[in-house]
């Protein structure tokens, strides 16, 4: 079982940036595909980008893409959500899940087997 301890969130202004991180415990993402979601109030989550953690690949959501970036730390089993340049619009509840999916369907929520609790960004315009 993978434990997943999210971290980073917090307030900020328009143009500022921020980085989320995702720990693992219990066993490392070695053969996982990690992914970020995100809920906004009263939205459905949905899907910002992922690491696939062998070989590194990513892929992101249009919204998002040029801005965020997934970079990762192996030797602290971590990954994380660098977000730069934020809107108002990406104010959300983050969310970091893990999955066996590969990039044909990691942007599918109910492909994933663990999630974190989730950390609250709030950006001000």
């Known amino acids: 079982q993978v434990q997943l301890v999210e971290s980073g969130g917090g307030s900020v202004q328009a143009g500022d940036s921020l980085r989320l991180s995702c720990e693992a415990s219990?066993?490392?993402?070695?053969?996982?595909?990690v992914g970020w979601f995100r809920q906004a109030p009263g939205k459905e989550r949905e899907f910002v980008g992922a690491?696939?953690?062998?070989?590194?690949?990513?892929g992101y959501a249009d919204s998002v893409k040029g801005r965020f970036t997934i970079p990762r730390d192996i030797a602290k089993n971590t990954v994380y959500l660098q977000m730069n340049s934020l809107q108002s619009e990406d104010t959300a509840i983050y969310y970091c899940?893990?999955?066996?999916?590969?990039?044909?369907?990691?942007?599918?929520?109910?492909?994933?087997?663990?999630w974190g609790q989730g950390t609250q960004v709030t950006v001000f315009s």
């Open positions: 690491i696939r953690w062998s070989g590194g690949g990513t």
């Open positions: 899940g893990v999955t066996k999916a590969v990039r044909s369907s990691w942007d599918d929520e109910s492909m994933y087997y663990y």
């Open positions: 219990g066993r490392t993402f070695s053969d996982y595909t």
